[in-house]
């Protein structure tokens, strides 16, 4: 799955980063670059054991749900 | 240069309805039942009551700052920086639902139609089918949906009315066994659910008659809440709530009871084909919504470059997130209705009051 996130985002850099290079659109490329980066890191953290944004999620909010909903 | 894209009125009601319905009826009735027992209808209704009140909420917003959704009128209220920071949370609420979403729909194809195919195949399939949506721009969604979305509307009917001979109505009693309490807290749960039609905010401003806005909602809303109140009522009258309550996915158990004798039977795949429609719509929006959302608190000129790598995070999210129908039920169930709740009713009742308070119009 890593290999599959890597590749799409060296395919994605490619496809949308050499137009906006092109016409000098910094900020977008700036903006796309961020998000791929982000996709790599979460993919990252799950092969580190670390938690995601999900994981975070479910650690804030599950303990105040499971107070008022009745338990699966 | 920005895009301009318009909606018409029409296209605004069938986006909301396949958002709703696709989402609700992957995940939540079951849920629903769950919590609220035999009252689970009344959970509904009550929740229906609520997002209407709620439609008020943004349909006057989005009147008081014509042209501007939801991240854009955050900016104006309080300003560029706390602006950015609360307008931030709805794209990536977006965008999560979108995870959830396709990742809910990726188990059930696994779970029912293709066990033998891996859950990643499948989610990439369906988001090459978003991004293209996506990339064509929201004008294009909205019209799929106004195909979509009455063919959708008349299966639910169509499929309702097989149901009803088999429906007995002594499963829904007793009312209000345990009180109140299941009905109550059933209600916020639903209601966080049906609550992702607040994206009307982001539809308003590019809607050609932005004061429609509330009766678009008020319209997708009752439609699909008619839906979801059917299936709740034909799944505890047909498999009574002891069954309903655990089974992992209501209405294609629904669907498979639905025979005309011998000939007509195993109609959940054309089931399944129309809701697949509907959820991919549906992601579509959503990952719409947030390269919008995020073009718009960055200040880029276009958000058509920020798609496809939407595309790939919210599948990343998706893919590392929840290892089995399991954990998707739990989040769902205990930690999605919060989040939910403050991310669509919290935080524009406080954009509304501080818009009222700072006498901020646009």
Redesign the interface.
Same mark, same amino acid.
């Given at each position: 799955?890593t290999t #599959? #996130?890597i590749i *799409?985002?060296f395919l #994605?850099g490619i496809?949308?980063g050499i137009?906006?290079a092109k016409k000098r659109?910094w &900020? @977008? /490329?700036l903006?796309?670059g961020f998000?791929?980066i982000? *996709?790599l890191f %979460?993919?990252t953290s &799950?092969n580190l054991g670390m938690a995601?944004? #999900?994981?975070l999620? @479910?650690k804030? %909010? @599950?303990p105040?749900? &499971?107070t %008022? /909903?009745?338990k /699966? | 240069m920005r895009e301009k894209e318009v909606i018409s009125t029409n296209q605004f009601i069938w986006m909301l309805f396949c958002i709703i319905t696709s989402f609700t009826g992957l995940h939540v009735i079951r849920l629903v039942i769950f919590q609220a027992r035999r009252d689970a209808w009344l959970s509904v209704i009550l929740a229906w009551v609520l997002d209407v009140l709620l439609a008020v909420v943004y349909a006057y917003m989005g009147i008081r700052f014509p042209g501007q959704n939801m991240i854009q009128y955050s900016m104006t209220i309080l300003g560029k920086r706390l602006g950015k920071i609360i307008g931030i949370s709805f794209p990536i609420f977006f965008l999560l639902v979108s995870s959830i979403l396709q990742r809910g729909l990726s188990i059930i194809l696994n779970t029912v139609f293709f066990p033998k195919t891996p859950v990643a195949l499948i989610l990439i399939s369906s988001y090459l089918v978003v991004s293209y949506a996506v990339l064509k721009g929201i004008e294009s969604i909205g019209r799929v949906c106004e195909i979509l979305g009455p063919f959708f509307l008349f299966s639910c009917i169509v499929l309702f009315l097989f149901f009803i001979p088999d429906v007995k109505i002594d499963r829904l009693k007793p009312q209000l066994e345990a009180g109140l309490y299941p009905a109550l807290t059933g209600t916020p749960l639903i209601l966080s659910f049906i609550g992702i039609c607040i994206i009307m905010g982001m539809y308003i401003p590019i809607c050609n008659h932005p004061e429609n806005g509330f009766t678009a909602k008020f319209t997708a809303v009752s439609l699909g809440t008619f839906v979801i109140l059917s299936l709740v009522i034909s799944t505890i009258g047909i498999f009574s709530y002891p069954q309903a309550k655990n089974m992992i996915n209501v209405s294609l158990e629904l669907t498979r009871f639905v025979h005309l004798g011998d000939f007509f039977e195993r109609v959940e795949a054309i089931w399944l084909m129309i809701i697949i429609g509907a959820a991919i719509t549906a992601s579509a929006s959503m990952i719409w919504a947030f390269s919008v959302g995020i073009s718009q608190i960055v200040g880029l000129n276009t958000y058509k470059p920020l798609v496809l790598p939407a595309i790939l995070v919210s599948f990343v999210i998706g893919i590392t997130s929840f290892k089995n129908s399991l954990d998707l039920v739990n989040f769902s169930l205990y930690s999605y209705p919060l989040m939910a709740i403050l991310v669509e009713t919290g935080l524009e009742m406080f954009l509304f009051f501080a818009a009222l308070i700072l006498k901020k119009k646009g």
């Open positions: 799955m #599959i #996130i *799409s985002v #994605i496809l949308e137009p906006l659109m &900020k @977008e /490329l903006c796309v998000l791929l982000m *996709s %979460f993919q &799950k995601t944004p #999900i994981d999620i @479910e804030l %909010f @599950e105040i749900g &499971k %008022f /909903l009745n /699966l | -």
